[in-house]
């Protein structure tokens, strides 16, 4: 069997290289441009459909092994007003105007106290907190994107969760990360491992 010259062979091995590259920098989808939905996945099994259009409100599908589990809808990706879980839903009332909050501002502080209401339910007063601590790049796959840091902690009948630091893609309009301390002091980094476009 004859060889390739090598020429040809590095000639080859360089366009694949430049069509495999092109292709993953050009699939890696964004919010910014207008309607459309993404997918974003951690492991096999687990799957997230983000769909976002001309409004403000974005909506996040959470399937595992083909089962939706939860449903939400969140203002700018950041602040939930709506979710539905495993067949429960629960509504937020936020008590303030969201769109004076956005765009976000370097060293961010939000607080703001949302009504949520479960189906058949007395409302609960729910206080969230978000404090920007900083910025980063974070990579999905092949795709990197820039993210804001928030420390986030809710307050439900005076009793605060322990605060998680959620990594939210501006872009994606979206929080494709989030850091939980372990009791050991050490901090876990929860994040998805691919994206695409649902139109590939």
Known sequence: MKAFPVTLAATLSSLIFETVAAYAVNDCPTAVTGRGSFIVER?????????FGDGAIVGATFRYRGKTFLETRQYEGLIQVDR????RRTVFKPS????KLFPLKPKQQISLQLEAREDGAEPILTTVSLTMTGADTLAIG??????LKFERIETRSN????PVVEYYAPELKFVVAKEYRERDGRT????????YSTDR
């Open 43 to 51: 492991g096999q099994e687990s799957k997230t459909e983000v769909v």
């Open 84 to 87: 539905v879980d495993k067949g």
């Open 96 to 99: 303030d105007d969201l769109a």
């Open 142 to 147: 092949a795709c990197k994107y820039d993210v």
């Open 159 to 162: 009793k605060k969760t322990d």
């Open 188 to 195: 876990t980094l929860i994040k998805f491992d691919r994206i």
